[in-house]
Nanobody, 120 residues
């Protein structure tokens, strides 16, 4: 299963960005999808996750500013980011729990990461 993320970039504080991440079309089943981020010198941490049924979970630092959504027909997860702050600067990774075929087990897959930089 391959995940490809798009949409990172440089934005001023207070601005907005939208990330997207598409899983390979041949995947058999996708469960939880989400976004994590890693800033320099810090561990990777939760941004937001969303189940196939649409239940969401957010990290405390992004609640009220970020919105996660998904399009199950397109195997794609999105992250809308508003009111961005310099402390949101990080590499953002998408993740998905997926089965590559009906014989495999559900496993966690990661995208390649996309840089988000928020200038003050």
């Amino acid at each position: 299963v391959q995940l490809q993320a798009f949409g990172g970039g440089l934005v001023q504080a207070g601005g907005s960005l939208r990330l997207s991440c598409a899983a390979s079309k041949s995947v058999f089943k996708i469960g939880l999808m989400g976004w994590y981020r890693q800033a320099p010198g810090k561990q990777r941490g939760l941004v937001a996750t969303i189940t196939s049924g649409g239940n969401t979970n957010y990290g405390d630092s992004v609640k009220g500013r970020f919105t996660i959504s998904r399009d199950n027909a397109k195997n794609t997860v999105y992250l809308g980011m508003n009111s961005l702050k310099p402390e949101d600067t990080a590499v953002y990774y998408c993740a998905a729990d997926a089965q590559s075929d009906k014989y495999s087990t559900m496993s966690r897959y990661w995208g390649q990461g996309t840089q988000v930089t928020v200038s003050s």
